[in-house]
């Protein structure tokens, strides 16, 4: 077993870190706490990126991309959140929805979107599963029509004729393009019954609804995206009709959540950074903090949480990255182990600093918003339990 990065992983981690420590934590923690959801927006940062090649990294070199492999953006997506989880979140949509759309594109579409996705330092992406009524059940093993997604597609001629709602969508009101899974067979399960589409923003029928206000991540968006009798043509079908969750198990989901959870690393390595900073230098009781038991207990086990979740996630993505004898229970619990390490980080790190901890004026609260939100996104840790157990 060899566990050392590649010389290509060091260069993208070392890229990253210094994109993440020069123009993202000079301005994090003010711009976080702007109100208006436009001025908040970090597009300045965000462009910074992609003309790095950040935004394009998860598309094959052949395509114009940057070829890198799940392992890969693991490594990237950590350091981006070591400086925001919300900036880290929006390119790491956009890095698995471009993925997913390139193995399910045909020739005609990829001509249609492709380019301008490449040469728009603006073009992000997104993808609407979540409803008002249907969250976790579009996650958890059901199949009867009467769960998972509402959202319904009905044909009419050389269109669909789209109506219903999303809810808490990453990218919403920013992204250029949106994947969006809608019921298509509404007297089948999920596993015939959903199809995937192609909306972009403008056009007739589809709106963006309320911007939602979040506790973290406050540097990505989330919104409604609103249908109400919006016609988009066959041409912009991206699975089978009643193929959508096989098409999604084809490419979207293998790894895709390890992904996502290894962003979560980002802010809990850099909340106990600082931790161990302040226990240096904080005295009380004649030494510094750091040197009393209590404290240096707190510090071992964030490092061994930290170690623990990074380790598990990057054998996840190793695992998934090979042909044969990935188990998807391994990517969901790594997921779930991977957050609640991060929370428990967060959670003392920020006790490390005492009451100084919980003032604003502090760092250690932003951390502890920020992770909170991989508890409940990419799919709740109850539901990926459900979907992890041993009889399923
Ligand atoms: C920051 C963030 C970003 C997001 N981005 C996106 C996005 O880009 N696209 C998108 O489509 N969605 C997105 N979501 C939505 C997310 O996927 C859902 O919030 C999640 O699937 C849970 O759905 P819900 O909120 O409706 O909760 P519910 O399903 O109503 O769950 C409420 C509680 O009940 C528990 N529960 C529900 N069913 C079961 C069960 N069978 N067994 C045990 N416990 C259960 C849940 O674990 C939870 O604790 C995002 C959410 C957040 C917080």
Redesign the pocket.
């Known amino acids: 077993m060899d566990f050392s990065l590649t010389d290509t992983q060091r260069a993208l981690q070392a890229l990253a870190h210094d994109f993440a420590e020069k123009e993202i934590r000079p301005v994090v923690r003010d711009r976080e706490r702007i109100d208006d959801p436009a001025e908040r927006f970090p597009w300045d940062i965000l462009e910074k990126g992609s003309r790095l090649g950040l935004r394009t990294l998860s598309l094959p070199e052949e395509r114009g991309g940057g070829g890198a492999n799940l392992l890969d953006l693991c490594i990237v997506g950590e350091e981006i959140a070591w400086g925001d989880l919300g900036v880290a979140?929006t390119f790491d949509?956009t890095w698995k929805i471009i993925h997913f759309l390139d193995r399910v594109w045909n020739e005609e579409q990829r001509g249609r979107y492709l380019p301008a996705f490449l040469e728009d330092h603006r073009f992000h992406l997104?993808?609407?599963?979540?409803?008002?009524?249907?969250?976790?059940?579009?996650?958890?093993p059901?199949d009867s029509p009467e769960f998972g997604v509402r959202t319904r597609a009905v044909r009419d001629g050389d269109d669909w004729v789209i109506n219903g709602m999303?809810?808490?969508?990453?990218?919403?009101g920013i992204a250029k393009l949106y994947t969006l899974?809608t019921r298509t067979d509404p007297a089948v399960g999920v596993s015939e019954g959903l199809t995937y589409f192609m909306v972009s923003p403008g056009q007739e029928g589809f709106s963006i609804g309320r911007v939602h206000e979040?506790m973290?991540?406050r540097l990505?968006q989330?919104a409604e995206l609103i249908f109400e009798n919006c016609r988009v043509p066959d041409a912009d079908r991206v699975s089978e009709v009643g193929g959508g969750v096989r098409a999604r198990s084809g490419s979207f989901s293998r790894g895709s959540v390890i992904e996502s959870a290894a962003t979560v690393l980002g802010p809990a390595r850099a909340a106990y950074e600082d931790a161990l900073e302040y226990a240096r230098n904080r005295v009380q009781g004649g030494k510094p903090i750091i040197e009393h038991q209590g404290v240096g207990f707190m510090l071992a086990d964030c490092y061994a949480d930290y170690q623990a979740a990074r380790q598990t996630l990057h054998y996840a993505a190793w695992r998934a990255m090979q042909d044969e004898g990935y188990d998807s229970k391994l990517g969901y619990m790594a997921k779930v182990f991977a957050s609640e390490a991060c929370f428990r980080i967060a959670k003392r790190s920020l006790e490390v600093w005492g009451g100084m901890g919980y003032m604003t004026e502090a760092p250690m609260e932003k951390y502890l918003r920020d992770v909170t939100?991989?508890l409940?996104?990419?799919?709740?840790?109850?539901?990926q339990?459900?979907r992890s157990m041993p009889y399923l």
Request: charged share 15%; net charge neutral; glycine share 12%.
């Open positions: 979140v949509q997104a993808v609407g599963m979540t409803e008002p009524n249907v969250g976790s059940e579009n996650f958890t059901h999303k809810h808490f969508i990453s990218n919403g899974v979040k973290g991540q990505s989330n939100s991989f409940h996104s990419a799919g709740t840790n109850e539901a339990r459900v």
